[in-house]
């Protein structure tokens, strides 16, 4: 199981990026979805997350800015980030709670980041 995520880039603040993470491989079902982030020098921080019943979560420091969906079926799940903020530079990361067969454990997967950078 990979996962491929996409859409990182620059912006200027108060602009707005979507990112994309695609699971490609054997997947037997998914459980959340989810969103980190990493800035130089701090700790990776949980961003939005998503669980399969499509219940969100989001950290203090971009609700009613950023958007997390999922689309199960696909194996997709992206971020929706507006209003964005130089404090929102980061390299951002894909998470999966899944399992790739019916017998096996659910297992956390990686997507290998994508950099956003706001600045002017």
């Known amino acids: 199981v990979q996962l491929q995520a996409s859409g990182g880039g620059w912006v200027q603040p108060g602009g707005a990026l979507r990112l994309s993470c695609a699971a490609s491989?054997?997947?037997?079902?998914?459980?959340?979805m989810g969103w980190y982030r990493q800035a130089p020098g701090k700790d990776r921080e949980l961003v939005a997350l998503?669980?399969?019943?499509?219940?969100?979560s989001y950290a203090n420091s971009v609700k009613g800015r950023f958007t997390i969906s999922r689309d199960s079926a696909k194996r997709t799940v992206d971020l929706q980030m507006s209003s964005l903020q130089p404090d929102d530079t980061a390299v951002y990361s894909c998470?999966?709670?899944?399992?790739?067969?019916?017998?096996?454990?659910?297992?956390?997967?990686w997507g290998q980041g994508t950099q956003v950078t706001v600045s002017s």
């Open positions: 998503i669980d399969s019943t499509y219940r969100t």
């Open positions: 491989g054997g997947i037997f079902a998914v459980g959340n």
């Open positions: 998470n999966f709670i899944a399992r790739a067969t019916y017998g096996s454990a659910y297992r956390s997967y």
